[in-house]
């Protein structure tokens, strides 16, 4: 799997989705999480933790031609992208089958999720993408989930059944290893399963309105 975690809005839980998928996948097989972002924060986490997968640092607006080589005998590759770079974006969808959004379901969030959805449209006819969303920071017993798959849902993209809770564990689990996946683990096996569009099909459709 090639899975690229992008949302050009901040704050979303980026990295922290990006380091627990990466840690699950390298269970199954070996597995590469590239750190795209100038800020460095997944290279940081690994470098405090001490993850059983490598991380590098590319924050380079032509990662989709290095990568090929830098990929090589891997069998999973996840990509960590920065908020506000649609050029660094662009090319790590250019190097992905999987575009995965986490976004927070509040309005301020979903407001600004047009220029992500832009960017994937912009990205389609060059490499179609499956296109999947998962919710984070949810705040359980609140109604702001449901309203966020209905927006969602109305703009054609797919959510994935889990979601991932406003809770104090990932909010503090920089530096640690992520032994105990938590919810992710069924997102992570929900992508697993998920079959890929092909050109034209649903995945991006609500996009370009």
């Known amino acids: 799997?090639?899975?690229?975690?992008?949302?050009?809005?901040?704050?979303?839980?980026?990295?922290?989705?990006?380091?627990?998928?990466?840690?699950?996948?390298?269970?199954?097989?070996?597995?590469?999480?590239?750190?795209?972002?100038?800020?460095?924060?997944?290279l940081s986490w690994s470098e405090q933790a001490g993850l059983a997968f490598p991380v590098v640092a590319l924050p380079v607006r032509d990662l989709h031609k290095r990568l090929p080589q830098l990929a090589d005998g891997y069998a999973h590759l996840v990509l960590d992208t920065p908020p506000g770079?649609?050029?660094?974006?662009?090319?790590?969808?250019?190097?992905?089958?999987?575009?995965?959004?986490?976004?927070?379901?509040?309005?301020?969030?979903l407001d600004?999720?047009?220029?992500?959805?832009?960017?994937?449209?912009?990205?389609?006819?060059?490499?179609?993408?499956?296109?999947?969303?998962?919710?984070?920071?949810?705040?359980?017993?609140?109604?702001?989930?449901?309203?966020?798959?209905?927006?969602?849902?109305?703009?054609?993209?797919?959510?994935?059944?889990?979601?991932i809770p406003l809770r104090e564990g990932y909010a503090t689990a920089f530096g640690l290893v992520p032994e105990d996946l938590g919810e992710y683990e069924a997102a992570l096996e929900e992508l697993l399963v998920k079959p890929q569009p092909q050109p034209g099909s649903a995945g991006t459709q609500g996009v370009r309105g």
């Open 112 to 163: 600004r999720l047009r220029p992500t959805l832009e960017l994937l449209a912009e990205v389609e006819p060059l490499n179609p993408l499956g296109v999947q969303v998962l919710l984070t920071r949810v705040r359980r017993g609140t109604k702001s989930a449901k309203a966020a798959r209905e927006v969602l849902a109305e703009l054609g993209l797919a959510v994935l059944e889990a979601e």
């Open 85 to 109: 770079d649609p050029a660094i974006v662009r090319s790590a969808l250019l190097a992905s089958e999987v575009a995965l959004l986490p976004i927070p379901p509040s309005l301020m969030d």
């Open 1 to 42: 799997m090639r899975l690229a975690v992008v949302n050009l809005k901040g704050g979303t839980g980026k990295t922290t989705t990006a380091v627990h998928l990466a840690a699950g996948l390298a269970r199954l097989g070996k597995t590469l999480l590239v750190d795209a972002d100038p800020q460095g924060s997944a």
